[in-house]
Nanobody, 122 residues
Framework: QVQLVESGGGSVQAGGSLGLSCTAS????????MGWFRQAPGTEREFVAA????????DYADSVKGRFTISRDNAKNTVSLQMKSLKPEDTAIYYC???????????????WGQGTQVTVSS
């Protein structure tokens, strides 16, 4: 079992930057592949970014490539999402996710956090 807790959400104007953090706890949590998803009102939850267990490989949704950066610190059991050049369409609840299999982290991860709100105003 892995428990995930997100922090760092908030409100920002378009063009601004914001950072999210997710702290993982539980057995061997640093061995899990981690990801971020988001869900805007009235839409399905969508993949944003993922990073493998040792940080050597990352993957991004086309909509955030070049603007968002995912990273992890296994010593602190944290994964971060740095977001820049934010747009109003980035407004959503952002969820941290974890899975032991990288192939699942983009589609159907096993563990989820509670989510944190990000609001980008125009």
């Amino acid at each position: 079992q892995v428990q995930l807790v997100e922090s760092g959400g908030g409100s920002v104007q378009a063009g601004g930057s914001l950072g999210l953090s997710c702290t993982a706890s539980g057995r061997a949590s640093s061995n899990y592949n981690m990801g971020w998803f988001r869900q805007a009102p009235g839409t399905e939850r969508e993949f944003v970014a993922a990073i493998n267990w040792d940080g050597g490989y990352t993957d991004y949704a086309d909509s955030v490539k070049g603007r968002f950066t995912i990273s992890r610190d296994n010593a602190k059991n944290t994964v971060s999402l740095q977001m820049k050049s934010l747009k109003p369409e980035d407004t959503a609840i952002y969820y941290c996710a974890a899975d032991g299999v990288f192939a699942r982290i983009r589609t159907k991860p096993t563990y989820w956090g509670q989510g944190t709100q990000v609001t980008v105003s125009s």
